[in-house]
């Protein structure tokens, strides 16, 4: 025998059911998990399906992606047991995860490395009103696809400031980093040249890393790279380029002029490579002869990285934009 009030609770119960599967589907699912994560990455992935896998593995002549794999990598390099063991992260829990283990990094040193790389300390005000700011990404026309226009405003900006500080016409938007560019440049100059001459120089005093991409960029285009001092140059016309640093890898600022000057008569492409920063005070590049400017951005605010990259630039004379 059951009470009056014992049946209506059963019934309110039985009512609540009801609703629920109403609201949350016929499998009248609970709210743990209604309102679980949603941002896992294979929620978003788009790839192979089963039956798409199946159709690859025949035209491969394989049974299964183990036996495709087996086939493939060296027994070697073969990864022994699971790949991860632990349940899949959403993608909320692997940023914070992230965070905690980029937490870990320390960062109050005092690096004393030089050769291209500096700390640097981006004021607060500048971080939230220029780097931070919506206007970057929000798309203010109702045809503007997102971040495009800000993309474009911020890459004119880069290439602007580029040419006012090296005194050059154009710049490009960018590089990998500034021995990238400097390899880059030999290229030039053996176009410039008409491949003709083969030999480019290198001051001994530019960064150890232009220096190292330099030499084997310099293989791959089958350009004999000569690395002494500037001052000790002589034969400038067997030269298709030559390529200085300003201030120098030790922090000498030396003065090119009569050098560019030299170079340019004998039709030789002039290329300095510098720092943005150091231009902030010092006489421009374009002004004393350069003809090519390369460097590193990284001086503006970019963190070290544990070495990059950070982005570099390339600017030169009007003349120089097709080659």
């Not at 285009?221 to 016309?237: P, R, T, W």
């Not at 390529?243 to 290329?271: E, I, M, R, W």
Request: aromatic content about 10%.
């Amino acid at each position: 025998f059951f009470s009056s009030a014992t049946m209506l609770n059963r019934a309110a119960r039985r009512a609540a059911v009801r609703s629920r599967t109403q609201i949350f589907g016929a499998a009248g699912r609970c709210v743990s998990t209604v309102f679980q994560a949603k941002d896992s990455f294979a929620r978003r992935h788009i790839g192979p399906g089963e039956e798409d896998i199946e159709k690859m593995l025949q035209v491969v002549g394989k049974p299964s992606l183990d036996a495709l794999t087996d086939t493939i990598v060296p027994e070697p390099i073969k990864f022994k047991g699971p790949l991860w063991e632990e349940p899949a992260k959403s993608e909320s829990e692997l940023l914070a995860d992230l965070k905690a283990l980029g937490g870990m990094n320390k960062f109050n040193y005092k690096t004393m490395i030089g050769q291209g790389y500096y700390g640097t300390k981006v004021p607060s005000v500048v971080v939230r009103n220029l780097l931070e700011s919506p206007g970057w990404y929000t798309s203010y026309t109702p045809y503007q696809a997102e971040i495009a226009q800000g993309r474009l405003e911020s890459l004119l900006n880069f290439q602007t400031m580029v040419c006012d500080l090296t005194g050059m016409a154009v710049s490009n938007a960018s590089l990998l980093d500034e021995a990238t560019a400097v390899g880059e440049t030999i290229g030039m100059a053996l176009t410039h040249a008409k491949f003709k001459k083969r030999k480019f120089f290198i001051d001994s005093r530019c960064h150890p890393q232009s220096i190292a991409v330099a030499e084997t960029r310099a293989v791959g285009l089958s350009a004999d790279l000569v690395i002494g001092e500037f001052e000790k140059l002589d034969n400038l016309d067997e030269f298709c380029g030559v390529c200085v640093q300003y201030p120098d890898t030790n922090g000498t600022v030396h003065d090119y002029s009569d050098f560019f000057k030299k170079a340019n008569d004998a039709k030789v492409l002039t290329v300095c490579s510098t720092d943005l920063l150091a231009l902030t005070q010092l006489k421009p590049p374009g002004e004393f002869g350069a003809r090519v400017v390369v460097g590193s951005a990284q001086r503006f605010g970019v963190p070290l990285g544990y070495g990059g990259p950070h982005a570099a630039f390339l600017a030169c004379e009007d003349s120089f934009k097709r080659i």
